[in-house]
Every structure is written in structure tokens, then in C-alpha cells.
């Protein structure tokens, strides 16, 4: 599922010829779901009635622009157009997941649709300082600090915590999900004998079809298990649109106007649910560039001695398809892809702790970011952020939050001569 695009479309190119050709209505669907706006009742296109009662976006492109990253807003008067707020207090709900703060939920709402109150406006502002690296090159980086205010429902509960988050690309999702659980279990156990300071352990969630707990994969914490679950938890959370897989609307009970407005459940039907996953697994992720490139070379090198790929993992296979899964392209089956993860969850610091534990994720921990395509995302983008919270503006801004496992790989790279440095960051462009 490797796509030779490497302009402004990168992230959308759909390997048409790789896919069973039964499949490309169902995709072809998928595709528009993903794109369209969607809407309040009454409307006369029924695919698209479901937003609300309470949401933050009205489409996934809202904060996928082009199926790729989000950002932050850059300062306090700025709306947050493609980020949201996480938010939980101690405890953990019947599924072992976050314990919703009582009056707002797990997340936080800005927008109603008419007669339902918008839950407040949350807004950044951002602390910045400076550092140093070997050479005298100097790098300012920045910290949001998250501000609420105008919130509908009284004061948040006392013990709030609460997690900033960026939408992440869409590519390459089907091909990891299709990775096997002990492939990525074993990468946990040789890290763990390894015992060089990276000990990365996976998530244990909530699979809501299979009613029971599995291996976590997707979203920031690796707090979802599959595709279809991760589209479905979007829809409910970010467009208040409910699924087989969330059925109903997170009405808090302080917000009665939510809970008062009735409609048929799930809005979005089994088939368009099933016909969003089919699109996501259907994108192609961007093949590499440059890689006969002697700097591109030699950044690859550094990459690996400065102990990154203990973490990023470059190459990774994806196994036999399960029996029963949808959608059964075989295509992703059997095959070695690169895409610089190790789909496991790693501490990486008090710098980027969010405080916030989710499943078996801690507070300071984060799922190793997959690396595919990430040197297109300042051309898919208009420019791009990196982290959960798009603090960084640059890989290197990336590179120098790192801390807790990585810290050790992050000073290898403060250490370096810009040469070696540069080299580096060529070698990260070219994938």
C-alpha cells in the first residue's frame, strides 16, 4: 500500500489497482462520509444528519485537513479548530477506561446545536524558553497552558485533569492494525532483556464489539484497539454522532438539553461505519524519498546510533489477516512495511506528562508516534506541528522535548555537530 504522491495529496491516494475490485463502492463510500459535513436534522441528505447535540467539529477534515495532522491554536484569541481537551477525574469507568468529569464528560464540547448549550470555550496560551545545543544553536521552545472560561455547567470538579490533542495523520492505520499482537508483544520483552533504559509496554483496552480487553493501538495513548472503534470514538466525541460501537449521546447529567434532545440511534448505520474503516485502510502511505541521498544515508545512521530507533522501530510485518475481518483486504496482509513505531507505550517525562492516566497508560506515557510520511507534513499541512499537543514546531523542537526513556537519545542529539545534525533531519524529511 505504498503511494509514490509526495504533493499536497500525499495522505489521500487511494491504491485503487491493490484492492479487490467488489470493495471500491464500499471504499469509495467511505471516502465520502469522511469528507462531507455533517449536519443537524431535518435534512434532506439522510447520510449526513447525526451532528450534535453537543460537538467540536462538524467533519473529520475539520481536523484531518487533507487527511493529515492538526494544530493548535497560536494564541488565546484563537479558537482551537483542529484540537480538543481530554478530560477525567481518579477512577476508572466500568471498562477500566478514564472516569468522565462529572458535569462536561471525557471531552470537553465547545458547540450545541440549537437550544443546547456549548459547553464553554477553552483557549492556550503558550510559556516559552530557550536552550542550547553543543554547537551554540539556540532552539526556543514552547509549553501550552490550556485556559477555560465561560463554562455552562459550573466549576470543573476540584480533581480534573485534563489532556491536550492534535489530530494525528490518517495513513498507513489498516496496515498497523494489522500488525500481530505478539509481533508487538516481543518488542516489549527484547526491550524490557535489553535493559539500555527504553522498556515500552502495551495498553490494555477496552474493545467495546468484542466486549472484552485487548491489545490498545491507535490515538495518542493507545487507548483504542482497532480502526473501526478509533472512527467511531471520533464520531461520539468530536461530532456527537453515535455508532454501533457508542450508541448514545454523552449527556452528562447536569446538561438536560443534551439529554432532552431525541433522535433514532446509532445515526451513522453499521454499513457506513464499516464503509469509513474500509476508506482509512484503503489510503496509501507515501513512499520514501530520497533515499539514495548520501546526507539521507548518513542521517539514518545517526538516527540509529543516537538510540531513536529503539523506539521507532523501522520495520515492522504485518501477518495473516484474522478470520472475519473487515475490511479483508488482502493486500495488507504478509507484508513488511516501515513505519517507524513500535505501537507501544513508552515514559517520556515530566516535560510532556499530561497527568492524565488512560487504560494502563500513566500519566507520562505516550505511544511511540509511527514516522511514515512525516517529512510530507509541512506540504500536506500548510505547515505542520509535532507531539500530542503540537507544541513543537519543528522536528527538532520534537527532538528536544523527549525526556524519561528518550532523554538519552535526546542529549545524543543535542550532542551533535550540525553536520550530523542536519544529516538527521534530512533522513526524517525523506519519509
Known amino acids: 500500500m505504498t503511494s509514490k504522491e509526495r504533493g499536497r495529496d500525499a495522505f489521500e491516494h487511494i491504491q485503487w489497482s491493490q484492492l479487490p475490485e467488489a470493495d471500491w463502492p464500499e471504499v469509495s463510500s467511505g471516502r465520502r462520509l469522511v469528507r462531507q459535513t455533517w449536519v443537524i436534522a431535518p435534512s434532506d441528505d439522510v447520510l449526513a444528519i447525526g451532528l450534535g447535540p453537543t460537538y467540536n467539529r462538524p467533519s473529520c477534515l475539520s481536523c484531518h485537513p487533507r487527511n493529515g495532522r492538526g494544530e493548535p491554536p497560536s494564541s488565546a484569541l484563537e479558537p482551537m479548530r483542529s484540537m480538543l481537551v481530554r478530560l477525567s477525574i481518579p477512577g476508572r469507568d466500568v471498562h477500566g477506561g478514564p472516569k468522565p468529569e462529572p458535569s462536561y464528560g471525557e471531552q470537553f464540547n465547545e458547540f450545541g446545536v440549537p437550544g443546547v448549550?456549548?459547553?464553554?470555550?477553552?483557549?492556550?496560551?503558550?510559556?516559552?524558553?530557550?536552550?542550547?545545543?553543543?554547537?551554540?544553536?539556540?532552539?526556543?521552545?514552547?509549553?501550552?497552558?490550556?485556559?477555560?472560561?465561560?463554562?455552562?455547567?459550573g466549576p470543573l470538579h476540584l480533581e480534573t485533569m485534563h489532556s491536550l490533542r492534535i489530530a494525528s495523520p490518517l495513513i498507513g492505520l489498516g496496515l498497523l492494525e494489522a500488525v500481530p499482537e505478539g509481533d508487538i508483544l516481543a518488542l516489549a520483552e527484547a526491550q524490557r532483556v535489553a535493559g539500555a533504559g527504553v522498556a515500552g509496554v502495551p495498553n490494555r483496552v477496552f474493545d467495546h464489539r468484542a466486549g472484552r480487553t485487548v491489545l490498545g493501538r491507535f490515538g495518542w495513548k493507545a487507548n483504542q484497539p482497532t480502526v473501526r472503534q478509533q472512527i467511531a470514538a471520533a464520531l461520539i466525541g468530536d461530532m456527537g454522532i453515535t455508532t454501533d460501537v457508542f450508541p448514545e449521546h454523552d449527556c452528562p447529567p447536569a446538561q438536560t438539553a443534551c439529554a432532552a434532545v431525541a433522535g433514532e440511534h446509532p445515526e451513522v448505520s453499521t454499513a457506513s461505519l464499516d464503509a469509513m474503516t474500509a476508506y482509512h485502510f484503503a489510503l496509501g502511505v507515501p513512499a520514501r524519498r530520497d533515499i539514495d541521498d548520501p546526507e539521507v544515508r548518513r542521517g539514518e545512521a545517526v538516527f540509529a546510533a543516537a538510540g531513536c530507533a529503539s523506539c521507532h522501530v523501522p520495520e515492522l510485518r504485518t501477518g495473516p489477516l484474522p478470520a472475519g475481518s473487515a475490511p479483508a483486504f488482502p493486500v495488507l496482509a504478509e507484508q513488511t512495511i516501515h513505519p517507524y513505531t513500535d505501537l507501544l507505550l513508552h515514559d517520556m517525562g515530566d516535560e510532556l506528562a499530561d497527568g492524565r492516566p488512560d487504560f494502563e497508560a500513566g500519566p507520562r506515557h505516550w505511544r511511540t508516534a509511527p514516522l511514515w510520511g512525516i517529512g510530507l507534513a509541512e506540504i500536506v499541512g500548510d505547515g505542520a506541528v509535532y507531539l500530542h499537543d503540537g507544541r513543537a514546531r519543528s522536528l527538532l523542537e520534537a527532538i528536544l522535548w523527549h525526556g524519561g526513556e528518550a532523554a538519552a537519545a535526546r542529549e545524543a542529539v543535542r550532542a551533535l555537530a550540525t553536520s550530523e545534525r542536519e544529516a538527521l533531519l534530512a533522513f526524517l524529511r525523506s519519509l
Open 117 to 153: 448549550p456549548g459547553e464553554g470555550v477553552a483557549g492556550l496560551s503558550w510559556e516559552t524558553h530557550v536552550e542550547t545545543l553543543a554547537d551554540g544553536e539556540q532552539v526556543e521552545l514552547r509549553r501550552p497552558v490550556l485556559h477555560f472560561r465561560d463554562l455552562a455547567f
